[in-house]
């Protein structure tokens, strides 16, 4: 299934944390916290607005983003949780 989202939304998908700790501890499901980065794989056309013009957003699908720890909607698609945001939930562009 493929989902285009609306407007200023976007679909991502959470990056897998780490599950060990610098000095090797392994941390288990329980414990590990939901992850705060994830990538971008679809986005919306853009918000309309004031004058009725278009803006595009600024996240482009492949980005790596930074966002809040509850930020989006989690939904199930072919078995895989996504979360579906708007763009103004995005708090960074992680730059390799």
Do not use: C
């Not at 991502?12 to 941390?27: F, H, Y």
């Not at 794989?41 to 607005?49: S, W, Y």
């Amino acid at each position: 299934m493929e989902l285009q989202p609306l407007h200023d939304r976007v679909i991502v998908k959470r990056l897998d944390q780490e599950t060990k700790t610098a000095s090797g501890l392994i941390i288990p499901d329980a414990a590990a916290e939901k992850p705060d980065q994830g990538e971008i794989l679809a986005v919306g056309k853009g918000k309309t607005n004031d004058e009725g013009k278009l803006r595009p957003l600024e996240v482009k699908v492949g980005d790596r983003v930074l966002f809040g720890k509850y930020s989006g909607q989690a939904v199930k698609v072919d078995g895989e949780e996504l979360l579906v945001m708007r763009e103004e939930d995005i708090m960074a562009i992680v730059k390799k």
